[in-house]
């Protein structure tokens, strides 16, 4: 079985200051990790991705995230803060089972940004 | 390559009409799944079609349904507007072939900007 769960319904920061949004993960198969970020009355963008090649996963806008098999976690951080990343963020899990592929989708987190 | 194309962008209905809402992958794509999206269940998968066929589906009433042409673009159909109809309706698109073939990025999927449909 498959879940996400994104540990922080909000997170608030200031700008300039790092940016941490957690994501925790449990997959029965070996799966694909997806960040997207959704911009009010927007469609999702594509953040980054791991699909096993690097732990570390560097991304758009100066976001990264790094894959923990011990602890299933997909933490996506950023050194500091943009007025511009206030938004709602998805960790997204995806693994391939009988049919094709299986999507779970956390709950989200709303960042916001204080100037 | 144009992104993952969505119409209506906007669309008002009244309870008990039916909507179709399209989906244009980005060119070469041929996998299109259908997620609905609202403020209480979050984002929920709907289905997933590859080669005209469904091959996942969501946990979603029969008044859900849609299909893909030979050209990789999809619709979603919804009869029997209910107002808990109202979302926005997101497309995604991804490379899948239909064979595995180790290729994990082949599993990306982009995201359309949705159509917001407001059910009275």
């Known amino acids: 079985a498959q879940s996400v769960t994104q540990l922080d319904s909000h997170v608030s920061v200031s700008e300039g200051t790092p940016v941490l949004l957690r994501c925790n993960y449990s997959?029965?198969?070996?799966?694909?990790l997806f960040w997207y970020v959704q911009h009010p009355n927007k469609g999702l963008q594509l953040l980054l991705k791991?699909?096993?090649?690097?732990?570390l996963v560097k991304g758009i806008n100066g976001f990264e995230a790094e894959f923990k098999k011990s602890e299933t976690s997909f933490h996506l951080t950023k050194p500091s803060a943009h007025m511009s990343d206030a938004a709602e963020y998805f960790c997204?899990?995806?693994?391939?089972?009988?049919?094709?592929?299986?999507?779970?989708f956390g709950a989200g987190t709303r960042l916001f940004v204080k100037a | 390559k144009a992104g993952v194309t969505q119409t209506p962008r906007y669309l008002i209905k009244t309870r008990g009409q039916q909507v179709t809402l399209s989906c244009s992958p980005i060119s070469g794509h041929r996998s299109v799944s259908w997620y609905q999206q609202t403020p209480g269940q979050g984002l929920q998968f709907l289905f997933e079609y590859f080669s005209e066929t469904q091959r996942n589906k969501g946990n979603f009433p029969g008044r859900f349904s849609g299909r893909q042409f030979s050209n990789s673009r999809s619709e979603m159909n919804v009869s029997t507007l209910e107002l808990g109809d109202s979302a926005l309706y997101l497309c995604?698109?991804?490379?899948?072939?239909?064979?595995?073939?180790?290729?994990?990025?082949?599993?990306?999927?982009?995201f359309g900007p949705g159509t917001r449909l407001l059910v009275l």
């Open positions: 791991y699909t096993s090649a690097a732990t």
């Open positions: 995604a698109s991804s490379p899948y072939s239909g064979v595995f073939t180790g290729d994990l990025g082949q599993e990306t999927q982009y």
């Open positions: 997204v899990v995806r693994a391939l089972n009988t049919g094709g592929f299986k999507t779970i």
């Open positions: 997959s029965s198969y070996s799966p694909s």
